[in-house]
């Protein structure tokens, strides 16, 4: 698992990859401290990480696309699957090494903290809350990603897949007050199991909140207002789990495929 | 060593491994051959645990590949069909990850990597980037990431292709080196290929076995006829005549004719041996012999005598 975790890591900064994120990352962030300094005294680094949680849409897209899918074009993955290495050693390393170079990226960011720390700024529980969800958000979007690469054998239809559905999590909140106010109107007009006007809106109010269990961005919110709680980690460890369980049968079901 | 029994793989409909068995003993070379979509390929795949087959067994050094794999997949070194290279990576940077990759001990690397870069001649490239090698070194490299961990198995699938003539002699005589410390399974679609190189020959046909023997027992079991390469100076017309009223020679084919030239096939009868009565008879009409040799039976015609025979024997 070693091996192919530092190999992957490694191929980041071999090619542009790697380079291209930290650059975009460092770009973004400093242009937010910069504005930041200039419009107020001190800058808060917990909203300049939530600022730049929307980076995930390209970044994530971008280092886990290849992941599985360049394996396969290259014929590298018989090496791979042919070697003593157990599969979801596979899984976890490449999973690892993605995960870390966020991890680098994200540490670009200590230059503001110190910046702010000599000023005598603000930093406090929810700074290190923003941290954590980022980090936390990064695991799950890469373990889609990663899910998405294993999947095809191009790389542009597993950034597609990933883009696609990391957008669907970051509308959840959206969709959810549009499925709840479809739900009110038509149940009502249909008269629906004869339910009172009340109920109806109990209904709807209950589905949207089904949907919003979902969203991995509502959750990892309390962290950035310096909540610390157990119930949003197990949430996205869960999901990191439950994708790349999903991932590991991917690539196992191709061993068996027959067609 | 491998112990292959009743392997069947299916895709889809189309049955592309048809209950295969076959063992391979220590020390041993043997040939896989085949023409293209034979099941060469799957067969390998299954092997080395690349792919798990629909039914049927493979155990290596007594390992079963399904139920043991990572102790059967260390006593084997694969080169696939494409080598799995890392095109990003010096020849170097690559050996010592697919070094990690094995788990070889780190005081072990340098000193391996650098025995397999001699032994496959690419020492003088373990600096450049595998994206610039040419097809030749590429093979080369794919060999070496086979060799490391010194694997009591190789499996090589279609080695020498697409390499020059010098390279193909070079790997050749690489793969009888490496015989004396391994036991190799290869494939191939050359038949003189796997007779210059294999100890025994698996003839695969539409995924079955269609013969398992010696080169030269394969070559003995070739019925029929023994085939020659006749060009001469003459006219056609007369010597066509005179020949088949030699008694042995079955048939004669006119290949081709250029200034009085001609290039002709003799079919003859395996149990006389022609070739004087021939000679005699171009040297009595004053026709020059230019060229006179026997025909290499092709990889088709052996498929044919052998598929034939074996229906013979049902």
């Not at chain 1, 809350?129 to 373990?143: E, K, Q, T």
């Not at chain 1, 889609?144 to 999947?151: C, D, E, Q, T």
């Not at chain 1, 007050?177 to 109920?199: H, P, R």
Request: glycine share 6%.
């Amino acid at each position: 698992m070693k091996a192919i975790y530092k190999r992957e890591l490694a191929s980041y900064f071999r090619s542009p990859v790697g380079w291209i994120v930290i650059t975009l990352f460092v770009l973004l962030g400093g242009f937010y401290f910069s504005f930041a300094m200039q419009s107020s005294l001190s800058v808060d680094i917990g909203s300049e990480i939530l600022w730049l949680e929307p980076v995930f849409f390209i970044v994530i897209p971008l280092i886990t696309m290849r992941l599985f899918s360049e394996e396969k074009k290259n014929g590298t993955e018989v090496l791979l699957f042919t070697s003593a290495v157990p599969l979801y050693k596979i899984v976890l390393g490449k999973y690892l090494a993605a995960l870390s170079l966020i991890g680098i990226m994200l540490s670009s960011s200590i230059l503001h903290i110190i910046l702010v720390a000599v000023m005598g700024g603000l930093l406090n529980a929810s700074t290190l809350g923003a941290y954590i969800g980022f980090v936390l958000l990064a695991a799950v979007f890469i373990s889609i990603g990663l899910m998405a690469s294993a999947l095809t054998e191009n790389q542009i239809i597993a950034a597609v897949v990933s883009i696609v559905i990391i957008l669907f999590t970051a509308l959840l909140s959206l969709i959810a007050s549009a499925v709840e106010s479809i739900f009110v109107s038509t149940a009502s007009m249909s008269n629906f199991l004869n339910l009172s006007s009340e109920s109806i809106n109990k209904a709807g109010e209950n589905i949207a909140r089904a949907i919003n269990w979902f969203d991995p961005f509502a959750r990892t919110n309390s962290f950035s207002l310096g909540i610390f709680s157990i119930s949003p980690l197990v949430f996205c460890l869960s999901q990191v789990a439950l994708f790349l369980y999903i991932t590991y049968r991917i690539l196992e079901k191709r061993r068996w495929s027959q067609s | 060593m491998i112990e292959i029994k009743n392997l069947v793989k299916y895709f889809g409909d189309h049955i592309a491994v048809d209950d295969i068995s076959f063992t391979v003993n220590q020390g041993e070379i043997l040939g896989f051959l085949g023409p293209n979509g034979a099941g060469k390929t799957t067969t390998m795949n299954i092997i080395t645990g690349y792919l798990s087959a629909t039914a049927g067994t493979v155990t290596i050094n007594g390992y079963d590949i399904l139920e043991k794999p990572a102790e059967a997949k260390k006593s084997i070194g694969y080169l696939p069909e494409h080598p799995p290279l890392y095109l990003d990576m010096t020849v170097l940077e690559y050996l010592k990850f697919i070094c990690e990759l094995k788990k070889i001990p780190k005081a072990d690397r340098i000193r391996q990597i650098a025995e397999i870069m001699r032994l496959v001649r690419i020492y003088e490239v373990s600096d450049r980037l595998i994206h610039n090698l040419s097809k030749g070194y590429r093979q080369r490299v794919g060999i070496a990431q086979a060799l490391v961990g010194n694997p009591e198995v190789l499996v090589l699938d279609e080695p020498t292709v697409g390499l020059d003539p010098k390279q193909i002699i070079e790997i050749r005589s690489l793969i009888k080196t490496l015989s004396r410390k391994h036991t190799i399974i290869l494939s191939s679609h050359i038949l003189p290929e796997v007779q210059a190189v294999c100890d025994r020959v698996v003839i695969i046909h539409n995924g079955k076995i269609a013969a398992i023997d010696t080169p030269d027992a394969l070559s003995h079991r070739m019925a029929g006829a023994d085939r020659l390469a006749l060009t001469f100076e003459g006219p056609y017309k007369e010597a066509y005549s005179r020949l088949v009223s030699l008694s042995g020679v079955l048939s004669v084919q006119h290949i081709k004719e250029h200034e009085n030239v001609q290039q002709i096939h003799i079919t003859a009868d395996p149990k006389m041996d022609v070739r004087k009565s021939i000679f005699f008879l171009m040297a009595k009409q004053s026709w020059p012999i230019l060229e006179f040799r026997s025909l290499d039976p092709t990889l088709e015609e052996i498929f044919l005598s052998v598929t034939a025979s074996d229906e013979k024997r049902r």
